[in-house]
């Protein structure tokens, strides 16, 4: 065939049908047929980018708080930022009222069992903890100062107390974060959340620089701001 158009009747072959391309048409015109291309991987759609913060993982924290009012007697955690293992030592506390319940149950295991398992019960209620129970049971006799010690795992993120303080009933003393996994809420603008959806996956790149971090969207905020038209997602 001629370039710029078919000096006769051709067929010509650009898929699985063959179309006879009309003499009357230049070929680039008559050619509508599909072509045969090679397989490849490619990404469809846009990327969306917005800025974010992260935030702890309120899932993950725990508060330390009194159940029985008493003193600081000594404090082994001195600051925010401090690391701390299940088990450790935060700090140890002279409370009246916890001495008075360990007396009730020595004297309740002398008089009955019964008595003894509800004694039990009251000093968990006061907020003794299981190790300090073990340990008083271990002595036989009352602990004066009773051990706090940590639950979990965590990061002191917030410290209220200092050693001396005198504590009442319900004082928020300190705070544990778990840090092992973090949220990352980001503004979106307000047209890109129709596109946004639960389970995406996502890609977190720090200002700092470094390796994205893998995650993906967890929940989106069911309403926007309408200052910035940004939604938080």
């Given amino acids: 065939p001629n370039i710029g158009g ?5 067929n010509v072959m650009a898929g699985p049908n063959a179309r006879t391309a009309s003499p009357s048409l230049p070929l680039a015109a008559a050619d509508t047929a599909d072509r045969i291309a090679e397989v490849e991987r490619t990404e469809f759609g846009g990327r969306i980018e917005a800025f974010a913060q992260i935030a702890a993982n309120e899932r993950l924290q725990s508060a330390v708080s009194t159940r029985t009012p008493g003193w600081i007697e000594r404090l082994y955690v001195r600051a925010v930022g401090d690391e701390v293992s299940t088990g450790d030592l935060l700090f ?6 916890l001495v008075a319940a360990q007396m009730d149950y020595f004297s309740a295991r ?3 069992a019964r ?3 509800a004694s039990l019960r009251r000093l968990e209620a006061l907020g003794m903890g299981p190790i300090a129970v073990a340990r ?3 002595r036989g006799q009352p602990l004066r100062i009773v051990p706090v010690f940590a639950e979990r795992d965590g990061v002191v993120s917030e410290l209220n107390i200092a050693e001396g303080d005198y504590l009442p009933v319900g004082a928020d003393l300190l705070t544990l974060q778990d840090y092992s996994t973090v949220w990352v809420i980001a503004e979106a603008p307000q047209s890109d959340l129709v596109h946004l959806a639960e389970g995406q996956s996502a890609d977190v790149r720090l200002a700092r620089g470094g390796a994205a971090v893998s995650g ?4 989106i905020y069911p309403t926007f701001d309408a200052r910035t038209r940004t939604g938080r997602v």
């Fill in 115 to 117: 008595r003894a398992e």
């Fill in 136 to 138: 008083m049971r271990e």
């Fill in 92 to 97: 140890e506390l002279y409370s009246p009222d």
């Fill in 110 to 112: 002398a008089s009955s």
């Fill in 6 to 10: 078919c000096t006769g009747p051709e």
């Fill in 216 to 219: 993906e969207v967890d929940y």
